[in-house]
Nanobody, 125 residues
Framework: QVQLVESGGGLVQAGGSLRLSCAAS????????MGWLRQAPGKEREFVAS????????YYADSVKGRFTVSRDNAKNTVYLQMNSLKPEDTAVYYC??????????????????WGQGTQVTVSS
């Protein structure tokens, strides 16, 4: 079992940037594919981005492609989500989680486990 703690959320104006971090402890982080997901008020949780255990492959939701970048540093047991050109519709609680099924282009939320507590991102217009 891996324990995950997100940080880096906050309030930002539209067009701004934030970098989220997810620190892992417990089970060998470097063997895990990891993902970022988000949940906006009144909406279902949705996939945002994922990255392979080596960092060599990444997948993105269409809504964030070209604006968000997922990366990882296995030496620091941390995965990152760089968010640029933020829009009000990016407002949500962002979670990191371990991919329990295997990296895919369109994963289901149910494919992820070991959720962190989430970090709030609010984008003002």
């Amino acid at each position: 079992q891996v324990q995950l703690v997100e940080s880096g959320g906050g309030l930002v104006q539209a067009g701004g940037s934030l970098r989220l971090s997810c620190a892992a402890s417990g089970r060998a982080f470097s063997t895990l594919h990891m993902g970022w997901l988000r949940q906006a008020p009144g909406k279902e949780r949705e996939f945002v981005a994922s990255i392979s255990w080596s960092g060599g492959s990444q997948y993105y939701a269409d809504s964030v492609k070209g604006r968000f970048t997922v990366s990882r540093d296995n030496a620091k047991n941390t995965v990152y989500l760089q968010m640029n050109s933020l829009k009000p519709e990016d407002t949500a609680v962002y979670y990191c989680a371990a991919d329990t099924v295997g990296l895919s282009r369109n994963p289901r939320v149910a494919d992820f486990g070991s959720w962190g507590q989430g970090t709030q991102v609010t984008v003002s217009s």
